[in-house]
């Protein structure tokens, strides 16, 4: 079982814009709450105790959440990869769950995760048609490409403009890294120039490790969960019926970090 992770909050998240005026994104509210206590209450609930942040806009803002926080100075040149690799020395310590702070989620998603095997392994959502639909007046345009073997290995991602049969599911932005597994990667992003590390984002990552024959295991994931980039999205996540049973895990007692 895996008692610690690691939460990427850097961006400031300009198309919540002015909602994210004078916090990052992560603080954004949904159903009266930001987005980061749901967030921390689930990774609580999953027996998670050991949680570190890494900041960089509004960083100064995150510091009443968690006790172990990294800064990325750097947070409006690089894309998420660059934040992952801020706590480095902290990854190196232990295996850690890695969990994006635009999106919310049951606990038994990080269940699933933490009890996965594999030195990286990521969790995705089988369903991820009814969730874009409902998002998006094309889907396809923002999906990517996803696919899982019968072992449960992941073959393929990140690859924009793919067909509907290319897309198997979407990665959600939820991370089991191993010590092993944090090494392998930290090993890649070593041997990577800074401009090309600067716009990596995690799916290309995936998508380089793949190509280094790197084994990424890949687990579906439980509903409800949700990922927020817009007021068009919180707008859905509070009032549509079909996210009926998102608010409702949403509006359960919050543990406080």
Request: proline residues 6%; aromatic residues 8%.
């Amino acid at each position: 079982m895996i008692t610690r992770a690691l939460l990427l909050a850097a961006g400031r998240g300009s198309r919540l814009a002015p909602l994210t005026d004078d916090r990052p994104k992560c603080l954004v509210p949904l159903l009266g709450r930001p987005l980061l206590e749901y967030q921390i209450a689930a990774l609580r609930h999953a027996g998670v105790t050991d949680i570190a942040i890494v900041g960089g806009y509004r960083h100064e803002r995150l510091e009443p959440f968690v006790d172990t926080r990294f800064v990325n100075p750097r947070w409006d040149q690089g894309n998420m990869v660059v934040s992952l690799a801020c706590a480095a020395e902290w990854l190196a310590a232990g295996d850690s769950l890695v969990c994006y702070t635009d999106i919310v989620y049951a606990a038994a998603a990080i269940d699933t995760l933490a009890r996965s095997r594999g030195d990286i392994v990521i969790t995705y959502d089988p369903h991820w048609l009814d969730l874009w639909s409902a998002r998006f007046a094309e889907p396809l345009r923002d999906a990517e490409s996803f696919a899982v073997d019968a072992t449960g290995r992941l073959t393929d991602i990140g690859r924009k403009n793919a067909a509907l049969e290319d897309i198997g599911g979407q990665y959600m932005g939820l991370v089991k890294l191993s010590r092993h597994g944090w090494q392998t990667v930290a090993s890649h992003l070593r041997g990577l120039p800074p401009d090309t590390l600067d716009r990596l984002d995690m799916t290309a990552l995936f998508g380089r490790l793949l190509g280094e024959g790197v084994r990424i295991d890949a687990v579906a994931a439980p509903w409800p969960w949700a990922e927020v980039d817009s007021p068009d999205d919180l707008a859905l996540y509070q009032s549509a019926p079909r996210f009926l049973g998102l608010r409702q895990m949403l509006q359960q007692p919050v543990v406080q970090p």
